[in-house]
């Protein structure tokens, strides 16, 4: 019974049709966007899962657990991009979701949820862009052990989907307004920490302190994690910051 239980239980989250109203992104054309799409499918990780060419890879191959693969995204034989239209992309990448509506396993929308409509829109083109790849790949299965340890382990997020919440309005760009704003790091031109200098740069990713005493919330700049890095790689990206062309504060 046990054995049904999980089965019914967990093809219920896998068959799940998310009803999303998917908001198009405009997919630009011009070979800038694309090679700025091209670096952001690089650093987000895409790349290292569906493969330098975009051709899909084996995700997960337990002889245990089941596989999971990374789809072929490209054109050629096997490959999404065959049927995906504009708002297929968006669904997939913003919302971890098939064309269907199912939610796809382990495809790390939850992330990509905050990507800007510029950004995302970026990597469609740049997705739209590859030349097409024949790679037929199976598809991907979950085996009842697999489905018992998407039952019992919460810590391992088997369904992204289920952890976006799929109607709320969308984020703004980068960050909640009601953050603070970031300083300026490049220090020359208006020197807005002039207080700043190596020791005092390792002691606020240490301790979150600056000079001045005031405590730095990890909420919004994560020295909780970064005092782990060594002295050396403090002391590298001091001298990276010292390097930085001064440039006046703002977006650009
Ligand atoms: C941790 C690995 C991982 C990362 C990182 C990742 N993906 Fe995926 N992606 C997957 C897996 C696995 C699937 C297929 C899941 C399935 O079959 O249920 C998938 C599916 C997709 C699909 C849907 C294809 C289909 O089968 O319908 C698209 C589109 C996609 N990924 C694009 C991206 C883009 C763009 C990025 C980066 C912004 C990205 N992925 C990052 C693992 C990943």
Same mark, same amino acid.
């Given at each position: 019974?046990?054995?049904?239980?999980?089965?019914?239980?967990?093809?219920?989250?896998?068959?799940?049709?998310?009803?999303?109203?998917?908001?198009?992104?405009?997919?630009?054309?011009?070979?800038?966007?694309?090679?700025?799409?091209?670096?952001?499918?690089?650093?987000?990780?895409?790349?290292?899962?569906?493969?330098?060419?975009?051709?899909?890879?084996?995700?997960?191959?337990?002889?245990?657990?089941?596989?999971?693969?990374?789809?072929?995204?490209?054109?050629?034989?096997?490959?999404?991009?065959?049927?995906?239209?504009?708002?297929?992309?968006?669904?997939?990448?913003?919302?971890?979701?098939?064309?269907?509506?199912?939610?796809?396993?382990?495809?790390?929308? #939850?992330?990509?949820? %905050?990507?800007? $409509? +510029?950004? *995302?829109?970026?990597?469609?083109?740049?997705?739209?862009?590859? !030349? @097409? &790849?024949?790679?037929?790949?199976?598809?991907?299965?979950?085996?009842?052990?697999?489905?018992?340890?998407?039952?019992?382990?919460?810590?391992?997020?088997?369904?992204?989907?289920?952890?976006?919440?799929?109607?709320?309005?969308?984020?703004?760009?980068?960050?909640?307004?009601?953050?603070?704003?970031?300083?300026?790091?490049?220090?020359?031109?208006?020197?807005?920490?002039?207080?700043?200098?190596?020791?005092?740069?390792?002691?606020?990713?240490?301790?979150?302190?600056?000079?001045?005493?005031?405590?730095?919330?990890?909420?919004?700049?994560?020295? #909780?994690?970064?005092? %782990?890095?060594? $002295? +050396?790689? *403090?002391?590298?990206?001091?001298?990276?910051?010292?390097?930085? !062309? @001064? &440039?006046?504060?703002?977006?650009?």
């Amino acid at each position: 019974m046990a054995v049904i239980g999980t089965y019914s239980s967990t093809q219920a989250r896998l068959q799940k049709i998310y009803p999303v109203v998917v908001e198009p992104v405009s997919v630009p054309t011009d070979t800038v966007s694309r090679a700025e799409g091209e670096r952001i499918f690089g650093f987000r990780g895409c790349l290292a899962c569906h493969g330098k060419q975009l051709q899909g890879s084996v995700y997960l191959s337990d002889a245990a657990l089941g596989q999971v693969i990374a789809t072929n995204l490209t054109v050629g034989s096997g490959g999404v991009g065959r049927q995906y239209d504009d708002e297929d992309w968006v669904r997939a990448i913003r919302y971890g979701l098939r064309p269907d509506g199912t939610p796809l396993l382990f495809m790390p929308a #939850t992330e990509f949820y %905050y990507l800007s $409509d +510029e950004d *995302l829109g970026r990597v469609i083109a740049f997705i739209k862009s590859v !030349p @097409a &790849v024949d790679n037929q790949l199976p598809a991907s299965t979950l085996s009842l052990t697999g489905r018992a340890v998407m039952t019992l382990i919460d810590a391992i997020t088997f369904v992204p989907a289920e952890l976006i919440s799929h109607h709320a309005p969308r984020p703004i760009a980068a960050f909640p307004a009601d953050y603070p704003s970031p300083p300026n790091l490049t220090t020359r031109l208006e020197r807005p920490l002039p207080y700043w200098d190596e020791a005092g740069f390792i002691q606020i990713m240490r301790s979150g302190i600056t000079r001045h005493g005031r405590q730095i919330d990890p909420q919004y700049m994560p020295w #909780t994690s970064y005092q %782990y890095a060594t $002295d +050396e790689e *403090l002391k590298s990206i001091w001298d990276y910051l010292q390097a930085l !062309p @001064a &440039v006046p504060y703002g977006n650009h």
